[in-house]
């Protein structure tokens, strides 16, 4: 979660535009529990509907010309293709969409998620003690949403062949496969019980094992779970999974030099490492 945007303007007329999605969409903003994207992109805040079911109203803006696209439609298409994934992908019950000024807004209603997730932070900063039922639920949810057919694309071939090389430093590994994935399994997009994989803006296909590697490069500051996250994913340290993990630690290393996720720096190098050696 970031803090409300610098810019007191984007504060109030985000916050104007989320009141005004809420009249539309007839459910009633509860106080508290504000939610702010990056540079105040988004702003979501919990929610109750006419007939008092719980929800969570989203509202999500950019410049009109740039309001389409995989991560404008990304929920919208994810509600078409996965429905609520037997209750492990939070249902969305409705969109409201509005123009003003130059700006596209999108309102997005869903079910609320009651339970938190499992971390604040993308990159897990503890040890996690999870079930083997937890783990054998996020693998069975992950293998249906590869099961998915679709035309959307989270990872292009023409980024992979440009960041492999500069970031890793190999040739970029044929993909056998190439599946749909969520595209953003970190541990804050996950809860514990029930198991809810949450933000499905970005999702499409990838290398295969693309959310497997996804997840385990955010772990691997606790070395144990990270170990139980190649048990879990065999597709990890494979032949078919090294395109998958090539990318995401392109990816990865590629945000260390714009100064994110610096924490990650020293184990995302010594991965680079082994994926050379590989």
Not at 134 to 153: C, H, I, M, Q
Not at 205 to 233: H, K, N, S
């Amino acid at each position: 979660m970031y803090s409300p945007p610098p810019a007191p303007d984007t504060e109030r007329r985000m916050r104007a535009h989320h009141a005004r999605a809420a009249k539309s969409l007839d459910v009633q903003v509860e106080p508290g529990g504000e939610f702010w994207g990056w540079a105040g992109r988004t702003l979501g805040a919990p929610a109750c509907t006419a007939d008092g079911t719980p929800a969570w109203l989203r509202l999500v803006s950019a410049p009109a010309e740039k309001a389409s696209g995989k991560l404008w439609d990304g929920a919208l298409a994810a509600q078409h293709a996965f429905g609520d994934l037997d209750g492990h992908r939070p249902a969305l019950l409705a969109v409201h969409d509005a123009v003003e000024d130059g700006t596209a807004y999108r309102a997005e209603l869903s079910v609320r998620v009651e339970e938190p997730v499992l971390s604040d932070d993308p990159i897990l900063q503890h040890d996690l003690q999870a079930s083997g039922s937890w783990w054998a639920d996020l693998a069975g949810v992950l293998e249906k949403v590869a099961a998915v057919g679709t035309d959307r694309v989270a990872v292009r071939q023409q980024y992979t062949g440009r960041a492999i090389p500069e970031f890793v430093g190999i040739l970029v590994p044929a993909a056998p496969c190439w599946t749909t994935a969520h595209g953003d399994v970190h541990w804050a997009n996950l809860t514990a019980f029930p198991l809810r994989l949450l933000d499905w803006e970005g999702w499409g296909i990838a290398p295969e094992g693309f959310d497997a590697a996804m997840l385990y490069a955010y772990t691997l500051l606790q070395p144990d779970t990270a170990a139980r996250v190649r048990t879990v994913f065999p597709v990890l340290g494979s032949r078919a999974g090294l395109a998958a993990e090539a990318t995401v630690c392109a990816q990865l290393l590629q945000t260390v030099s714009r100064g994110d996720n610096l924490a990650l720096e020293g184990p995302l190098r010594e991965w680079s490492e082994e994926l050379r050696r590989r």
